[in-house]
């Protein structure tokens, strides 16, 4: 093989082990980085639903199972709820962050 070829094959190797050492295998999320992304990500007017996921995972939930169907138990109760019907998408991203903190916390 040419000099080009081995220098784009190990600076390709190289790129991949940066990433890979960089990139956190079991993170877990706890609370408080939910807190932040949600309210970071749901719509500004939509804030108050992160405390509601907050408190639902955070209660007497000590399996994944159990977590989920808190997640998905609040949303369903939220999108049928008329005064949030202008969250529609932010209880979506809501829902999937709770989500995933179930799956990184159990």
Known sequence: MSKAIWCLLILGLVSLAGVAWNAPAWATMDMKAFHERCIMQVGDDCTSMCGSFEEAVSVDVTTLEQCRAKCNS?????????????????????????????????
């Not at 209880?91 to 709770?98: E, K, N, P, V, Y």
């Open 74 to 106: 609040l949303a369903e109760s939220l999108r049928t709820n008329d005064a949030v019907s202008d969250c529609s998408g932010s209880i979506g991203t809501a829902m999937d962050l709770c989500l995933e903190y179930c799956q990184s916390n159990h």
